[in-house]
């Protein structure tokens, strides 16, 4: 396992964060909250990810990706994550992209995932039913009815549900399968409640009245729980890698403070007892970027079993789940009372963390996961 990304990785990364810096910076994230954007993301900096092929890395190219491997989305998201950057590049392209390129079938990958690369058509997975991750727990019913699905039930924390063109929608058939439909947003009886968390992205709530799809929406046959559960790791490498790289800024910005903030006349940053908790969290992230790095190595080996490759990743989600959590409060605790000030990012970075965290299973859920592939 490699601790540094090769040159391919590197040329992203560097292009990744000169785009950013000048089209996606903190400040637009301040901004995008402050007047309150439904979408979450400025829609100029997103055309613009689409144009550099941010969602074509992983596609195959006669699908009119570039085939760079999964491993390409571990620099991107790294600098989304240190420049506070929102997108629906998880929402749509690695979560609902994936589900497509796995589970479709040939006219449907056909038809979906060259609209998801242009960005002509924005999709989001509604998978969740409760406040805690739980992938299998699904209890919206999808009842056949001649040729057609009715879908009742009910979906929360739906990113990017603002707007969203269309829902993946996670649902159990009557023979208790889990299975998987294309639902457009404008689908009658379908309603979408916005709902705002602490970090000002775009989520939001769907209930499902009797909600009459074609059969043909339906992506995949038989049980997809597994494809699925495979699917959604891609989705937890990406954002440990965001994790990571918001960790790594934080720590940058309590490293420039401490050198910076002058207590009985000598910079904080020379007191031992600083530097010692300092210290730790270089660790901390250190450890954070070899589990994640080799989360994405295990996601396109194909070598591996189903097993490992799921401790792998949980690996990954759990450890930098636990060192942004360090790192985030000794971040405001070195800084003191400016550390919590809304005028200061760090506030913004440590809100995204906490939501991030429990997004796609928080550490005890990957605690669990871990354990149970063990047995």
Known sequence: MSLVYN???RQLQDSARDFLAARAPVSQQR???DEVVALGFDETAWRGMLELGWSAVAFPEEQGGLAFGFAGFAPLFEELGRHLSPSPLLSSIVLCGSLIEALGSEAQRQTLI???ISGEQRLALALEESHRHAPERVALQAVADADDYLLAGSKAWVLDAREADAFLTVARLEDGRTALFLVPADSEGLHITPITLVDARNHGTLAFDSVRVPGSARIGEGDVAAVLE???????ACLAAEMLGMSERIFEMTLDYLRTRVQFDAPIGSFQALQHRAARLYVDLQLARSAVMAAF????DTKLDAGERARLVSLGKWKINEAAQRISNEAVQMHGGIGVTDEYDLGLYLK??????ACLGDSDFHCERYGA???
């Open 7 to 9: 040159e391919e990785q």
């Open 31 to 33: 901004r995008l909250r």
């Open 114 to 116: 060259p609209t998801l």
């Open 230 to 236: 495979q699917m959604l790791d891609r989705g937890r």
């Open 297 to 300: 190595e295990a996601l396109d």
């Open 352 to 357: 995204r963390i906490r939501v991030a965290q």
């Open 373 to 375: 592939t063990l047995s």
